[in-house]
């Protein structure tokens, strides 16, 4: 019997699809930091064009208005949260929201302007962009910095939530990465599409190569979602 799955939104299916389409979640077999061989892959860093990297700060830009998360700047934590940052600051302002931005380099710069943080004056409500959460790391570091400017750091916006369990010293934790930056350091995380719109894009496609990734990318979420 097929499982029914709930509807996704209009931009998350939309998400999906141009993941798809442009290359940058794929399916096959893939290890992942935790050590599992998943059935999907993505990756943001190949949205490396300007039409495809247009085309996600509108999904980004889209997806924050409507999240109704109140920000007075982006940050984006190096590296590939450079790039997004900057490109959602520019589809904003298209957008009629025009706030700063700002990032941070790995080694703290001792000429010039010094230090680790580039861009706008890192102050007020500060919201963190991201492709990913995967142990919370990243995160963990940003709002460190953002709080040693003396700022607040008021949530995180990344492109997928794999709904997937953390580990803890090797072993799956009852949450998700995602799930931790929320109860445990207080922050709204804002994923443009998760993998229950993934699921929901393969059971309804009319593209029959794809519909037979459904039953690995379920049997995955069986064992490993939250």
């Known amino acids: 019997m097929a499982r029914t799955l709930p509807s996704s939104s209009p931009l998350a299916e939309a998400f999906v699809r141009f993941s798809v389409e442009a290359g940058v979640l794929r399916f096959g077999e893939f290890k992942t ?22 085309r996600l700060a509108e999904f980004y830009a889209r997806r924050l208005l409507e999240s109704g998360i ?20 520019i589809e904003l302002a298209r ?24 861009g706008a004056p890192v102050q007020g409500r500060v919201l963190i962009i991201d492709d990913v959460i995967s142990a919370g790391t990243s995160v963990r570091e940003s709002i460190a910095m953002i709080q040693a400017a003396g700022a607040t750091p ?33 922050l ?14 393969l059971q309804s496609s009319a593209d029959a190569q794809l519909g037979t990734h459904f039953a690995s990318v379920a049997a995955y979420r069986d064992r490993y979602g939250v």
């Not at 920000?71 to 900057?86: E, N, Q, R, V």
């Not at 799956?172 to 445990?184: F, I, K, N």
């Open 33 to 54: 930091k935790a050590g599992r061989l998943s059935p999907y892959f993505f990756n943001a860093g190949l949205f490396n064009d300007g039409a495809t990297l247009g």
């Open 188 to 201: 709204r995380v804002c994923a443009i599409a998760t993998l229950t719109d993934l699921l929901q894009y």
């Open 154 to 186: 008021c949530g995180v916006a990344i492109a997928l939530d794999r709904q997937e369990k953390a580990t803890e010293n090797g072993n799956d934790a009852p949450y998700s990465a995602v799930q931790w930056v929320e109860r445990q350091l207080g």
């Open 95 to 118: 957008l009629g929201r025009n706030v700063p931005f700002a990032y941070n380099r790995k080694e703290a710069k001792d000429h010039g302007e010094g230090g680790v943080l580039v």
């Open 70 to 89: 109140e920000f007075d700047m982006l940050f984006g934590p190096a590296y590939k949260g450079i790039t997004l940052a900057a490109a959602v600051a």
